[in-house]
């Protein structure tokens, strides 16, 4: 039988992420994402109900986290739930829900995020800036220009004519 263990949440970031690096090289960072959802009740009442979710991102999308996310920022997140178990202060047992994200974006225009990008995580590492000038090469006359294509035009949809009779049915 398939099973799907599928999480998608829209929201702002309650703080800052907490980024850990951890022996053998991995990377994580947890952080909280609130969702708000508005409405009006039966009785005319303006209600706003908030849900707050962990969310965990591992290497390299950690390292992304750690340098793009802000508190307040807005974000997309997809992954899966994971269930948690740990033990309080006092001994008792207790059960936490955590979404281990696997595609994390920020979301708003860039005034929204001050000079950040909109930026979606990496899937391959990018190459190292370059330490040392490039050397000049002579200048060299500019070859002529490449022909443009002409823009391609969606050709124009056909209009459907129906005479509604039923002997042109082809069955």
Known sequence: MASLNKMTIIGNLGADPEVRYLDGGAVVATFNVATTEKYTSRSGEKV?????????????????????????????????????????????????????????????????????????????????????????????QPAAAPKQQPARREPEPVQFESNSGDDDLPF
């Open 48 to 140: 706003e109900q908030t849900e707050w979710f962990r969310v965990e991102l591992w290497n390299e999308q950690a390292k992304v986290a750690e340098k793009f996310l802000k508190k307040g920022n807005s974000v997309y997140v997809e992954g899966r739930l994971r269930t948690e178990l740990w033990t309080d202060k006092e001994g008792k047992e207790r059960t936490s829900l955590r979404v281990r994200a696997n595609t994390m974006q920020l979301l708003g225009s860039p005034n929204e995020r001050s000079d950040e990008p909109s930026y979606e995580a990496p899937r391959q590492q990018a190459a190292p800036a370059q330490s040392a000038p490039a050397p000049q090469q002579p200048r060299q």
